[in-house]
Structure formats: C-alpha cells, structure tokens
C-alpha cells in the first residue's frame, strides 16, 4: 500500500465512502470459527438465503428488491487470498446506522467470476459496561456501537466484487458493495498469524511522565505500563494501534475502551499495551516508528501474540469483547 499524502492514517472510509465507512472496520480473522457469546448476535444459516446456482452477481440483484436507500460497504482495507474476516456496515441513505439487519454478503471474482456464498453475517456489539465507555467515546455521537462480521473465502487474489442481500418486509434487497482487493499472502507485509511479531519499543508512562503524551483517549487508557520489547516472547501480549480522539473512522475509542475492560477481566492472561499512531499525537507530524514497524496505514489495529513471539490474530478495525477474549484464548 503506497505511503499517504499527507501522513495521516488511512480508514476504510478513505477507500470508499468517507461518511458512511467512517464508523466501522475489520480485518483478517483466523481459521477457527468464532463462538456466540452475550456481545454477539448469532448469524443467520445460509440456507436462509438464495443459493447462486452458478449465476452471476447481476442475476442475484436481478432477482432481488432494489436497496437504493440502503449503503453496505466494507470496512476493511487489507485482504489476503484465503480465509478474511470481512467486516462491514449497513447505513440508510440518511447517515443512520442499522444494527438489526439480517445480512449475507456474495463475492465475484473480477466482472465476470461467478457468484459465491451467500456468506451470512453475525452482529458483534463493541459496547461496553459504564465505567469502561471513556469520554472519548460518550462524547461522540457518532461513535461505532456494532460491526456485522463474516467470514468470507477468497480463493483468487484480485478484485472481488460485493454484493449484500439484506432481509427485510419478507424479501431480499441487493445492495451493490464497493470492490475489495486481494493480495497474495507473500505480499501482505503487515504481521499475519503464524509469523512473529516485529520487536518494537513501546513508550511507558515510566518514559514520559505525563500518560496523556502517548494517550489520546480520556481518560487515558491503563495499558501503558509495559514496554512491548520486554515482554514479547514471555507472555501473551495484547497489542492495539489506536488513536481514540483522533481517528478519522468512530472506532478506535470503543475498541479501547474494549481492551480496558477485557483487561480488568483478565489481567493475568496478557500483557495489555495500547500504542498510538501519530508523533506526538500530532497528525501533521507523521506516524510513530512503532506504526511503521508494522507497515500499518489504516487503524486501528489489534495484534495478539502468544508466549513464543508470534502473532496469534490480527483484526482490522472494530472488535467486540467476545472477540477479544476468543482471540487470548487463541493465544493461550
């Protein structure tokens, strides 16, 4: 992914439809499928949805509702060939977040691929109890409160092409998806699960004195006690690349604010450490080395390591707690 002009972290949004994509993202998952816990809505089975019998995209929308007042668009930026967690938003026409959507997503290989899926998606909450929901994130009405998820195969690299079905009033209406990109696993730079960590230093309030110089959140988060460079290859590690008060998605707030409470539930399974993105928290002033390290140019992040250094799971943008707790556990 080229650098930026000017150096200020790419979301989903900028990919797309930048007030629309601006609430939600995601990224790679793992090969496990995912358990249904109290933060997430299970998704709906596939048979639920019309098959493609080898048909393209366009007959899937032919024989579907219109979703003009509807936008579904990906959130994520970085796909691989192979297994993604494919992330993602459903918005009417007006800016209004929906949340109670039944959604499958099909994929196209490139204009003339033949039709895949349907793909259902499950729905993860990202909030939080009280005492966990930061000013940051309160103060925000646009603030993400769920990411629908699911778990897409992309077996060519190249341009896939998206289409959602969203049930509602007893019928399916197609929504046409922005296009998304695969690349081959060996053109991924960014750390993928089974490769290790890229050993960085992470800054401590130790280091600086003053937490809100390498926090942005408010209250600023409790996971800056440890230098990621003493613990990697120890311990688990919990590593998250977000900049609450200055994300250009509403995402980077809720999923610190769910690392916090992750963190207060188990505070002995991992080492919990929130990095931020910019120098001095100052965009105009480049991204920190330890975002480079990771050849990061989205956000936020989140990396987790098991005992022996290598990443476990990585995702992309937003995250519930279940996912968090799932991906530990994966670590463990």
């Not at 992914?1 to 949004?13: G, K, V, Y």
């Not at 942005?216 to 003493?230: E, L």
């Amino acid at each position: 992914m080229p650098p930026l002009r000017p150096p200020r972290l790419r979301t989903a949004s900028s990919l797309a439809l930048v007030a629309l994509l601006a609430l939600i993202t995601a990224g790679c998952g793992e090969k496990d499928e995912p358990a249904v816990d109290a933060s997430t809505q299970a998704a709906p089975e596939a048979s639920s949805f019309p098959p493609v019998d080898g048909g393209s995209l366009d007959d899937l929308v032919a024989a579907s509702d219109p979703g003009d007042d509807l936008v579904v668009s990906p959130a994520g930026s970085v796909f691989v060939q192979g297994r993604n967690r494919l992330g993602f938003a459903v918005f009417t026409l007006d800016r209004d977040q929906i949340t109670d959507a039944t959604v499958a997503i099909y994929a196209a290989h490139g204009p003339t691929g033949k039709a895949e899926g349907p793909y259902p998606a499950r729905l993860e909450s990202l909030e939080t109890e009280p005492a966990f929901t930061a000013q940051t994130t309160a103060n925000d009405p646009d603030a993400a409160k769920a990411v629908y998820v699911t778990d897409l195969q992309l077996d060519k690299p190249g341009e896939w092409r998206l289409v959602a079905l969203v049930e509602r009033n007893g019928g399916f209406s197609a929504v046409r998806m922005p296009s998304i990109v695969a690349t081959t696993p060996a053109a991924d730079r960014i750390p993928e699960p089974g490769e290790k960590a890229p050993v960085i230093h992470t800054p401590t309030v130790d280091d600086v004195g003053n937490v809100t110089q390498i926090d942005t959140r408010v209250p600023p988060s409790t996971m800056h006690d440890v230098d990621f460079a003493d613990v990697v290859g120890k311990q688990p590690v919990v590593l998250l690349f977000a900049t609450p008060a200055l994300c250009q998605s509403r995402v980077c707030g809720p999923v610190v604010d769910v690392a916090e409470q992750v963190k207060r539930d188990r505070p002995d399974d991992a080492a919990f450490i929130h990095m931020e993105i910019y120098n001095q928290n100052d965009p105009n002033k480049g991204l920190r080395p330890q975002v480079n390290a990771y050849h990061l140019r989205t956000e936020p992040w989140l990396f987790v390591i098991n005992s022996d250094g290598t990443v476990s799971s990585r995702i992309e943008g937003a995250f519930s707690v279940d996912e968090l707790n799932q991906a530990i556990d994966q670590a463990h």
